[in-house]
């Protein structure tokens, strides 16, 4: 696969095998798929099946065995330089916030490690994301004071303070209680309306990827390839008014859900 002009990110041919003692796992397989500038894609499959490590690959964690990948036109390096890491925000399963740092510290680690901007300036730009996902009054708080939702709500603050070009999401929202999740991500979808930024979430859940992302990416069991892709049709302003009635809706939910089941259990 070559790297074209309009794809901010493309995945070319990615494996992975994890070697034991007596035997090789592959989980990994020839995995390829692009992302365009500002598009949220959604990253699906069976429990097991190499998601959480594709994106590690991604974000530079983690080493391919091969294949390559391409962010903003240029070829990425196994491991993420300082650079790359700036242009990339994390958010996780866990919100992985330090019980020793307030909401406002806790947002502000990025901007201290990678030592951007001045004290004013980070000051600004922390209010402004904390603003952002709605938590400027609790920014003297300490995580431990902090709903399960508000700390995810911190974590996503962390992972845009530093205004990367990409964010990848590893079951943000998985931890959570139904209504929690279902509240956040209609948080999430305006966070990314607002910000614009490019998003490729790891979910299990098929509400939740019709809901946020254009486009969906389904992973086989491992050794895992890309067996099918799914574009969402709804625009944000259909979203945001709610479209949990629409037929089409309705029959895209019920045919991603029949393939679910017939793949296995995510």
Known sequence: MNQTDDNFLQVSDIGKSFN?????????????????????????????????????????????????????????????????????????????????????????????????????????????????????????????????????????????????????????????DAITRKMLNVELLRIWHETQKTCIMITNNVNEALYLSSRIIFMSESPSSIVKEVKVPFTYEEKAAGIDLNPEYLRLRSELNRFVRSSNKL
Not at 79 to 95: D, E, H, L, M, P
Not at 109 to 126: E, Q, T, W
């Open 20 to 176: 034991k003692k007596k035997y090789s796992l592959e989980v990994l397989h020839d995995i390829s798929f692009s992302v365009k500038e500002k598009e949220f894609v959604c990253i699906m499959g069976p429990s097991g099946c190499g998601k959480s490590t594709l994106a590690e690959i991604i974000e530079g964690i983690g080493c391919a065995d091969t294949g390559s990948i391409f962010l903003a036109g240029e070829k990425k390096p196994e491991r993420a330089t300082k650079q790359i890491q700036k242009k990339i925000g994390i958010v996780y399963q866990q919100s992985n916030l330090l019980e020793w740092k307030t909401t406002y510290k806790n947002v502000e680690l990025p901007l201290s490690v990678f030592h951007m901007g001045n004290r004013a300036g980070r000051d600004r730009k922390v209010s402004e994301v904390l603003k952002l996902v709605g938590l400027l009054e609790f920014k003297d708080c300490w995580p431990h004071e902090l709903s399960g939702g508000m700390q995810q709500r911190a974590a996503i603050a962390r992972a845009l303070v530093s205004d990367p070009d990409f964010l990848i999401l590893d079951q943000p929202f998985g931890a959570l």
